[in-house]
């Protein structure tokens, strides 16, 4: 730790992970506060406040780990402080997310008094993700040791049996909190039946139960180096999709759920087109009158039938 002083980077990395621990309290009452103001009114300015505290107060913890894993990766004198800092690197990474979705799904959080999502959904991923959080970190820590360590024997025996843990424990996570009549997605699914996300349930259910299982297969028939990097590049991919729904639901609703306006946009627009295709009609009450050569040629016609 010795150059932290001499390198710039290191400092102001060090110094933004601080401030950002000593400023949690004033940004948990700024959370509290856009609440107040998204449940109050629709406004896309609450929202993205909320969204950015979240995401400063979620980022805290995992931040902190990871600097000292990386600094630990530079201690070039002890090989076990090398792998420890790659483990701790590795746990860093993986607490961001979990972090975000329980921060999120807090009361009075982003999901519920600015998204709208059901009260009872937000506590089941919120206890979720807590429980296997807890049961996965040391599995992931305990694999990035064995990784990092110069004999390829760790590795491949203990590493790889580490590795296979953590993906069953992953796809667990994500058959109870991904099950689409569970406590998480069974009321936010409710609401909209016929939606794609009802119809295609079964699909992306059995995807995201079924790749973690065959990853870990492909771990332990050998293929162990391609296992890692295909789930770290799923794992970016998760966290890529969560960013574009949260983007989505902050950009279409603000603060409440952006269902209505959006229905309430297409019914306008369709009413709006219908008038301008439909005929014009004429009111009898505005009806043009008949003008005297069209009533002396009908009684003309007339007399000539008599």
Not at 63 to 87: C, D, K, N, P, Y
Request: include cysteine.
């Amino acid at each position: 730790m010795r150059d932290i002083g001499g390198n710039p980077i290191s400092l102001i990395y060090m110094l933004a992970v601080l401030a950002l621990l000593a400023s949690r309290g004033r940004l948990e009452k700024v959370l509290l506060r856009q609440a107040r103001h998204g449940q109050a009114r629709d406004s896309l300015k609450p929202t993205s406040v909320a969204a950015l505290v979240t995401i400063a107060l979620s980022s805290a913890w995992p931040l902190l780990i990871a600097f000292v894993g990386w600094r630990l990766t530079h201690a070039q004198q002890s090989v076990l402080a090398v792998a420890i800092g790659h483990g701790l690197v590795a746990v860093g990474c993986m607490l961001w997310p979990v972090m975000f979705l329980r921060r999120a799904s807090m009361k009075g959080g982003l999901g519920e008094a600015h998204f709208a999502w059901p009260v009872e959904s937000m506590q089941a991923l919120h206890s979720g993700v807590g429980r296997f959080a807890v049961i996965l970190a040391p599995l992931v820590l305990a694999a990035a040791i064995m990784q990092a360590q110069p004999s390829r024997a760790y590795a491949d025996s203990l590493g790889r049996l580490l590795t296979m843990l953590s993906l069953l424990v992953f796809s667990g996570a994500m058959a109870s909190l991904l099950q689409p009549t569970g406590k998480t997605l069974g009321p936010a699914l409710a609401r909209h039946p016929h939606g794609w996300l009802w119809r295609t349930r079964h699909t992306w259910y059995a995807v995201a139960c079924i790749v973690p299982v065959v990853l870990a297969i492909a771990a332990g028939m050998g293929y162990h180096y391609t296992t890692l990097h295909l789930s770290y590049r799923i794992l970016l991919t998760l966290l890529l999709i969560v960013g574009l729904c949260s983007c989505t639901a902050c950009s279409c609703g603000g603060s409440r759920s952006p269902a209505p306006a959006l229905r309430q946009g297409r019914r306008a627009w369709r009413v709006k087109r219908l008038k301008s295709e439909a005929p014009p009609r004429i009111s009898p009450k505005y009806s043009p009158k008949p003008s005297r050569q069209s009533i002396s040629t009908r009684s003309a016609s007339r007399r000539g039938r008599s």
